[in-house]
């Protein structure tokens, strides 16, 4: 494809997006095959863009979810979406714009199966559904993840939580929800996580 846009003289005002849907773990946290977890090797994907104005080699480390990319690619193309199409356009950050205000964190959301009890809601569950069969691993249920630039907050529909440092733990190997201490860290994602679902 690239050596097609050069051949062609439109490579260089070209915008060309590398990315992919999700994360896909094979053994890491003990878990098997497969997706549909709260940790990096499930939620975190590449994005990798090449185009005008975008510098080579750059790296950002402010957060961005899939659905940015609707917006971005109409904000690239000179065109505007409704505002109530979810997403922010990743232009500004692509061309390192000076001063631009950009979200502290974002939330991932997983649910799988049918409710336990009809209170719980469509797609709440508290059972694993993969339990029994051959070679799947279990699921970990219905969560709901805050990630920030440098955290990941945890909250399950069991009532479980998980903190991590991802700077300073970045395989999510010591979750710090447990550690004597960190109660009002706690309270703090919780409420954030809160006004994130609202």
């Not at 003990?30 to 549909?36: A, D, F, T, W, Y």
């Not at 709260?38 to 939620?43: A, F, G, K, M």
Request: aromatic fraction near 6%; include cysteine.
């Amino acid at each position: 494809m690239v050596d097609t846009l050069e051949a062609t003289g439109t490579l260089d005002n070209t915008y060309i997006f590398f990315t992919s849907d999700n994360g896909y773990h094979l053994g890491e946290h003990r878990i098997g095959e497969g997706k549909g977890t709260p940790y990096e090797e499930s939620v975190r994907v590449p994005l990798l863009v090449r185009g005008p104005g975008v510098a080579a080699g750059r790296s950002e480390t402010r957060v961005a979810t899939n659905v940015d990319l609707a917006s971005t690619l109409a904000a690239l193309a000179g065109e505007s979406v409704p505002d109530f199409v979810d997403g922010r356009s990743l232009a500004p950050l692509l061309h390192a714009e000076p001063d631009v205000s950009w979200r502290e964190s974002v939330l991932v959301e997983y649910g799988k199966g049918a409710a336990d009890e009809p209170e719980d809601g469509v797609g709440l569950s508290r059972a694993d559904n993969d339990a029994g069969i051959p070679g799947k691993a279990p699921s970990p249920g219905t969560f709901w993840l805050q990630r920030t630039a440098d955290r990941a907050y945890v909250e399950y529909a069991t009532g479980e939580r998980e903190l991590y440092d991802l700077a300073a733990d970045p395989l999510q190997l010591r979750n710090l929800a447990g550690v004597p201490g960190c109660a009002a860290k706690l309270s703090d994602r919780s409420a954030n996580l809160i006004a994130l679902r609202a």
